[in-house]
């Protein structure tokens, strides 16, 4: 939505009228903004102009800075764990809640930092996680292996997902094409005939191959498990 229009859409109290404030109506603001300008952080600021009040009122609906963007952040991953397809099979649940994070954290880049902010691991987002725990214990994974593979795919769709959001896969690619000529003579001999193929790719395809390998992977390392617990003839 473009920002000239931004006054004629957002809700502003009137003079003289106090702004009627909860905490759902705070993070429906912060969710209109990251709608409005998903690459601008929801600050307090931007949040309490938004609902047209003074920032220190929205901390008598959150005990802290850290409450209210835990809140913005399930706001944005609160549908999140609703792609895990508890009835579907692992690997069919696997891809859709990868594919379902992406979807989510593309849609609104700027919740990225909320993640980990200053070394504080967000509790939304260990919620929003906590869905592939029981993906990977239907495929078997137990213990060390669940808790391993947990934080591999974690750290695997997210890190794909922020250089992503930071750049897309075709604009990565041709940067990597425009660089070519600043390569050493021995780099661009190795790297340039893969050019053409990554240049095929788009950021949909790259990211089913991820989640394809990451099935295969699993599978292999379930496979173990799922032996041991199979009936014997």
């Known amino acids: ?65 850290d409450d209210l963007l835990d809140g913005v952040l399930a706001q944005v991953l609160g549908t999140a764990a609703l792609a895990s397809g508890r009835r579907a099979a692992w690997r069919a649940s696997l891809r859709a809640w990868m594919r379902s994070l992406r979807a989510h954290l593309l849609r609104y880049p700027a919740v990225l930092p909320l993640i980990g902010r200053r070394g504080r691991t967000s509790p939304a987002w260990l919620d929003a996680a906590s869905p592939l725990i029981e993906i990977l214990e239907r495929a078997g994974l137990r213990g060390a292996a669940l808790a391993r593979a947990h934080l591999w795919i974690l750290e695997t769709t997210v890190g794909l997902v922020m250089l992503e959001a930071q750049l897309s896969l075709p604009d990565q690619i041709e940067g990597a094409q425009a660089s070519l000529a600043e390569m050493s003579e021995a780099g661009r001999a190795r790297f340039a005939p893969l050019v053409p193929h990554l240049a095929s790719l788009d950021g949909d395809a790259f990211f089913d191959f991820a989640c394809e390998r990451t099935v295969a992977a699993l599978a292999e390392l379930s496979a173990p498990a799922q032996r041991a617990r199979s009936p014997r003839p």
């Open 1 to 65: 939505m473009p920002r000239s229009t931004r006054a004629a859409t957002s809700p502003r109290r009137g003079p003289g009228r106090p702004a009627r404030l909860s905490r759902e109506s705070i993070l429906d603001a912060a969710r209109a903004l990251l709608e409005r300008d998903p690459y601008e952080p929801p600050t307090v600021a931007r949040i309490a102009e938004e609902v047209g009040a003074v920032p220190a009122a929205l901390y008598r609906h959150f005990e802290s800075l």
